[in-house]
């Protein structure tokens, strides 16, 4: 799955106009901060965005980036490219020190530790950072104890054996040498319970295998384990289309793991498998609730306001990307997507640099893969505006679409070109 600018190649109209509002804001002396230290922690596309777009908007900035990793990979296609789809390339990948040099900002490779926000300082296995303003981009955990496993060397080993590598897209190299292994069986895609990264992806996925199988004449179903309703894009695919290779198994959760008996357990039944892609519940990284970011000892997601994104216990923090929490009462996340992470980037960029500037909202537009062979596809698109009593509205827009790699393949080469 891969997101889309709706009619523009590299910004949104909504997000053009606000661009083009605050442009002339962030031009002045007294809206341009001349000095001053950024410490984006997480270099997703969120982060990658910010850093860039700080450099843009306020060239006096010291602007560092931090990630455990010294790759940027991109999920965009990799769907595809696990199967061997349409001659899929592999995911997209960027050495991150390159990026920084070309792009004006520091760039620094560690594990991020903890936050000392009395101190505003970040602490990191390369050293601790100070900061006037901290962006947290660090995208997800996965919370392997939800399902009763919380020794490392058995999460390791599911990590290895049955991840379905939704956390790292380093981790996709793994997961399409297991698929290349396959022999045939069953296999079990286990989707996380909402919200979590990158909605459509899973059931696309799914998709995929159930062509991939087919195409290989290799015995055996894709067993699909939700805790969701099932997105309408796929009702189509799952319950014809491919009803042969598909089995969906709506609202069902999983409750343990025996990797040795290569079984899975539901609250209804014990569920064998040849081979499995487990996705268990995401959360922020469990620095931020060591910091005091997240909503509440229950809420696994960071707490910040729908518009600033700034944290609500501290001013100088903007959680952005996968690891925000929740915005309404009424549809709760915004979406976890790249598109979203990259506009929040934008918004956080804006306000840092612009001190006031009023902030526009996130959006995001979507390109699903909903049908193979022949490909079909459907634009998901997303939108938000404050009404006349403050209520924040979510509006959504679904339609048919006829050639959504080549839309996908365009979007990925203008959006890439704004951070990369």
Known sequence: MVAQFPRLSSVSRRRFLYAAAVWPLLRTAHAVPKSGRVVIAGAGWGGLRAAAALRQYAPGLEVTLVDRSAYFTSFSGSNRWLVGHADAPPPLQRNYAELAAAR???????????????????????????????????????????????DAASVARLETEASGAMRSAADLPRLRARLQDFKGGDLVLAIPPAPYRCPPAPYERALLLAWWLKQRRLPGKVIVIDPNPLMPAYRRAFNDTWREQITYLDHARVRAIDLDKRTVSTDLDDIPFAAAFLSPPQKAPSWLAAAGLLASANDPWGAQDAASLRSGVDASVFIIGDAAGRVSSQFGHYPKTAHVAAAMGIMVAAQIAGAGAAPAWPDSVCHLLTGVAPDRGTRLEVAYRRRGDGFLMQEIRQQQEADPLAAAAAWAAAHYAEFL
């Open 104 to 150: 004006g900002y520091r760039f620094l490779q560690g594990e991020i530790r903890a936050l000392e926000r009395a101190a505003q300082l970040l602490h990191t296995s390369a050293g601790a950072l100070p900061y006037d303003w901290l962006v947290v981009a660090p995208g997800i955990e996965e919370d392997w104890r939800a399902w009763g496993v919380d």
